[in-house]
């Protein structure tokens, strides 16, 4: 299973970008999928879920702000992130949870929101 994600780069507070999840070897759509982040010295933490019939969960932290999606012609996930904030400044991962865990991941990409 190969997971590529795109679409990070630097974005001034308030704005708005779209992370991109290209998946190999495994259907999105089989799995749940869900966008992590890490910054420096903190754990890697859960920001969005989608789970095979399509239901999203949110970190409180990005409730309102972050839409994931799925499209399963492209077998891509997305994280549409609006109003970011500096605090959102992390690299993003996407995973795939196959056995009750997430086992599978991608190579993140980096966030980086200016004041």
């Known amino acids: 299973v190969q997971l590529q994600a795109s679409g990070g780069g630097l974005v001034q507070a308030g704005g708005s970008l779209r992370l991109s999840c290209a998946a190999s070897?495994?259907?999105?759509?089989?799995?749940?999928m869900g966008w992590h982040r890490q910054t420096a010295g903190k754990q890697r933490e859960l920001v969005a879920a989608?789970?095979?019939?399509?239901?999203?969960d949110y970190a409180d932290s990005v409730k309102g702000r972050f839409t994931i999606s799925r499209d399963n012609s492209k077998n891509t996930i997305y994280l549409q992130m609006d109003s970011l904030k500096p605090e959102d400044t992390a690299v993003y991962y996407c995973?795939?949870?196959?056995?009750?865990?997430?086992?599978?991941w991608g190579q993140g990409t980096l966030v980086t929101v200016s004041s």
């Open positions: 070897g495994s259907l999105v759509s089989r799995y749940t």
């Open positions: 995973a795939q949870r196959r056995h009750g865990t997430y086992d599978q």
């Open positions: 989608i789970d095979i019939g399509g239901t999203a």
